[in-house]
Nanobody
Framework: QVQLVESGGGLVQAGGSLRLSCAAS????????MGWFRQAPGKEREFAAF??????????ADSVKGRFTISRDNAKNKNTVYLQMNSLKPEDTAVYYC????????????????WGQGTQVTVSS
């Protein structure tokens, strides 16, 4: 059984940075794409970023493009994906979810086979 555990969330002032991590266990995910989604209070969950299995291709939502960077470490026993978030804005406040193995459209959360419990990011103005 695959488990995804996010970490690195917290409270930061606008303009600051945070780095989220997502550690996978249970099986190797080095051959599947992984993504990050977020859900703000009172809003629907939305796509943030995606990285393919090799790390050669990345995709971002327009709202985070140029500020967020997704990366991954497929080294043996590592199985970790990261989300570097810079120039944070209050509107980035949300619970951030790590996902793995999309069954189709990588921007559709419901297509993923695995997801974590989420980590809270709060950006104060």
């Amino acid at each position: 059984q695959v488990q995804l555990v996010e970490s690195g969330g917290g409270l930061v002032q606008a303009g600051g940075s945070l780095r989220l991590s997502c550690a996978a266990s249970g099986r190797s995910l080095s051959s599947v794409g992984m993504g990050w989604f977020r859900q703000a209070p009172g809003k629907e969950r939305e796509f943030a970023a995606f990285i393919n299995w090799s790390g050669d291709n990345t995709y971002y939502a327009d709202s985070v493009k140029g500020r967020f960077t997704i990366s991954r470490d497929n080294a043996k026993n590592k199985n970790t994906v990261y989300l570097q978030m810079n120039s944070l804005k209050p509107e980035d406040t949300a619970v951030y979810y790590c996902t793995a193995s999309p069954g189709g459209d990588y921007t559709d959360f419901d297509r993923y086979h695995y997801w974590g419990q989420g980590t809270q990011v709060t950006v104060s103005s």
